[in-house]
């Protein structure tokens, strides 16, 4: 079961973990950290669970991992950030993940596969999903009131069981490097690397997010399909734009934004 004190042990961050909840078991971390939030816990409040017993992916969808071998992890932010640019959130997120597997791979010499990002939110090798996020933020007076992160990573729990749960391609970490890892280290490592950047991100309001989180994707010029309320349509992936939404352009050569549904493929 995770140990909070040897997270604290390697905890280098004063914000990010200063107030940190360790649950056994939990519905939902993020459900958890909206309630903190909402009773206004100070930004950098951490939740983390062994086992969710409703853990949600986007979309609606279950996020399923098995108890005491993964990350789930949930992040109080405040972030001084226009509502209609909260989804820069989620990527700032993605970017800093995939820098802090990066530096973890190299420290502990481990073979670094490319880690690539999945609109939005998601963490492939290869065509397999290692990590999502999923941003929930509360807006009053047109500001947000503050955002929860939730990350979900699969670590020490072979795909081939995660898979039985799920249809997409999955990896962990211990499939990719054939040994189990310290999800302590992990996550103190996490935090300490989200501390560092976050400020800096949000001194910048942001803006070097978009242009960073597009050197780890892909997608650019992919045929994808558009699932929104309105239907399903084929497309091609454009660009990701300021705000941090999808551009896409259909088969008529209409260009649009996604401002709510799903991308497949
Ligand atoms: C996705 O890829 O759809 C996002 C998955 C996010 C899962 C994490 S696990 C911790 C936190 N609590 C939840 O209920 N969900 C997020």
Redesign the pocket.
Known sequence: MLDKKRIEKYLKASIFGEYLYVFDEIE????HAKKLAAEGAPEGTVVLADY?KA????QG?R?SSAAGKNI???VILRPQLQVETVQRITLATADILIQSLEKYFEKERYKSPEFVVKWP??ILVGPEKLA???TESSIRDKRIEYAVV???INVNQPAEELRKDVEEPLTSLCDLTQCEHDREKLIARLLNDLEDHYYYIERTNYDSVIEDWKKHCHQFGNEIIIETAVGIEEAKFRDVNAKGLLVYECPDGTVKELIAGRVRR
């Open positions: 939902s971390t993020n459900d969710q853990g949600r992916g986007r969808r996020w789930l992890m949930s939110n998601d999502g996020i999923l939730g990350l979900g």
